[in-house]
C-alpha cells in the first residue's frame, strides 16, 4: 500500500521557518514529478511549488517564490518544503503529491497527482 506521509508542521512566528517532509512508502517515486499543495481554511487547495521528474526543474508560486525551496532525496523516498520568512498569510494545511504517471515531466494541476498525503497543517502568528 502507498502511502506519503508528512511532518514538520506547526505553529511559528511571522518571519520565522519550518521544513515540512513527506515520506513515502510502498514504493519509489524516483523519476516522478512531486508537488506541494497547501489550502487554507475556506479556500479552494493551491499550487505551492513543483519538482519536475528529472529532479532538477523547480517551480513556485508566485506567493511564495524566493522563501519556499522544494527538494527531494531519492535515497530516502522523501520529499521537503523549507518554508522561510512564513508571513500569516501562509497559514493552511500543506500537502505533498505526487504524480500520477511518470509520463507527467512536471505540472501545477491538482488532477496529475494521484498521491496525496494525508496533510499537514502550519499557523503562522502576526
Known amino acids: 500500500q502507498v502511502q506519503l506521509v508528512e511532518s514538520g508542521g506547526g505553529l511559528v512566528q511571522a518571519g520565522g521557518s519550518l521544513r515540512l517532509s513527506c515520506a513515502a512508502s510502498?514504493?519509489?517515486?524516483?523519476?516522478?514529478?512531486k508537488a506541494w499543495f497547501r489550502q487554507a481554511p475556506g479556500k479552494v487547495r493551491e499550487f505551492v511549488a513543483g519538482?519536475?521528474?528529472?529532479?532538477?526543474?523547480?517551480d513556485y508560486a508566485t506567493s511564495v517564490k524566493g522563501r519556499f525551496t522544494i527538494s527531494s532525496d531519492n535515497a530516502k523516498n522523501t520529499m521537503y518544503l523549507q518554508m522561510n520568512s512564513l508571513k500569516p498569510e501562509d497559514t493552511a494545511v500543506y500537502y505533498c503529491?505526487?504524480?500520477?504517471?511518470?509520463?507527467?515531466?512536471?505540472?501545477?494541476?491538482?488532477?496529475?497527482?494521484?498521491?496525496w498525503g494525508q496533510g499537514t497543517p502550519v499557523t503562522v502568528s502576526s
Open positions: 503529491a505526487v504524480a500520477r504517471t511518470d509520463y507527467t515531466v512536471y505540472s501545477r494541476e491538482f488532477d496529475d497527482y494521484g498521491y
Open positions: 510502498g514504493r519509489t517515486f524516483s523519476g516522478y514529478a
Open positions: 519538482l519536475g521528474r528529472s529532479g532538477s526543474r523547480t
